[in-house]
């Protein structure tokens, strides 16, 4: 059964979503169904959100890696002692 519904948005948020629901071929009210009818219902993502969330996923998969001996400053005091005598 379908019902009528009205909010109240702001007129450029409302032009964006005309724009986004044409470039889509859907009506605005199809794509308003379409995002509340799914399980989980997610704001759409740009791909550089979901290549940071991809990253992130992986970073928090990967071992840390284990604190250095000596610190940055010693190590490279010690490679130029090395290299340059």
């Known amino acids: 059964m379908k019902t009528k519904l009205t909010l109240t948005v ?8 005309k724009t986004i629901a044409a470039n889509r071929g859907v009506s605005l009210s199809k794509m308003f169904e379409e ?6 219902p997610e704001i759409e ?5 979901k290549a940071a969330i991809s990253l992130l996923k992986k970073l928090e998969s ?3 890696v284990p604190s250095l001996k ?6 490279r005091r010690r490679y130029l002692l090395e290299k340059y005598g």
């Open 10 to 17: 702001e007129k450029e948020i409302v032009e964006r979503a």
């Open 35 to 40: 995002v509340f009818s799914k399980e989980d």
């Open 45 to 49: 993502q740009t791909e550089a959100q």
């Open 62 to 64: 990967t071992k840390p």
């Open 70 to 75: 000596e610190s940055d400053k010693e190590l």
